[in-house]
């Protein structure tokens, strides 16, 4: 398997712009979540899926940020319109199907710069 | 609420010497903590995880314990070697939400 797969590795956008990050899950990994990674604020979770359907979303920081899992083999992370603070690396993580407990596999990140 | 303490952010320490990061969270439920460590532009990977039926569990050179009555855990990495520098991040499973809350990361750098 080749991992969480996400794209793209690189981002650099204008402010004001629309950003779109992707993932892949590992197969049979039915929970995905979504973190934001700064310098100022560490590792932060934004939202995580459960078999396709959002469970918690209390850390998508605005209604600018928002997620979807349209199947269980990808997921977006949307920014309409992106600023310049949401300058960060963005890692997808999944776990395998039932387990709360166990690694999450994190993919490679995508690192978003908005001028 | 949902919060991990790590400490310290940043640390320092000679080659071959110990290192211990600590951590603190705030639900009593919590039964899962699993530490990762992240090189430099590489992504977070599990290096150890305990769950609260145990206090201490190790792995060659790193040690984790864990004091539920306190709510801490600690990592202990001994006779540390340059490539354990990376930035160490303790975590905690919340029972009630299901999810993983992370602390905010201890830079370790292993002086030569």
């Known amino acids: 398997d080749a991992g969480v797969i996400q794209s793209p590795r690189h981002e650099v956008t204008e402010m004001g712009q629309e950003v779109t990050l992707r993932c892949k899950p590992i197969s049979g990994h039915n929970s995905l979540f979504w973190y934001r990674q700064t310098m100022m604020r560490g590792l932060e979770l934004l939202i995580y899926f459960n078999n396709n359907v959002p469970i918690d979303d209390s850390g998508m920081p605005e209604d600018r940020f928002s997620a979807k899992m349209p199947n269980a083999s990808f997921s977006t992370l949307k920014i309409q319109p992106s600023e310049p603070r949401d300058s960060a690396v963005y890692f997808c993580?999944?776990?395998?199907?039932?387990?709360?407990?166990?690694?999450?596999?994190f993919g490679p990140g995508t690192r978003l710069t908005v001028l | 609420g949902e919060n991990v303490e790590q400490h310290p952010s940043t640390l320092s320490v000679q080659e071959g010497d110990s290192a211990v990061i600590k951590c603190t969270y705030s639900d009593s439920a919590s039964n899962y903590f699993p530490w990762y460590k992240q090189e430099l532009g590489k992504r977070p990977q599990l290096i150890i995880d305990?769950?609260?039926?145990?206090g201490e569990k190790k792995d060659q050179r790193i040690a984790v314990t864990l004091n539920k009555t306190a709510k801490h855990f600690s990592l202990h990495i001994t006779e540390t070697q340059p490539e354990d520098s990376a930035v160490y991040f303790c975590?905690?499973?919340?029972?009630?939400?299901?999810?993983?809350?992370f602390g905010s990361g201890t830079r370790l750098s292993i002086r030569p």
């Open positions: 305990i769950r609260s039926n145990v």
């Open positions: 993580a999944t776990v395998p199907s039932g387990r709360r407990e166990g690694e999450q596999f």
């Open positions: 975590a905690a499973l919340y029972s009630s939400a299901s999810k993983i809350i």
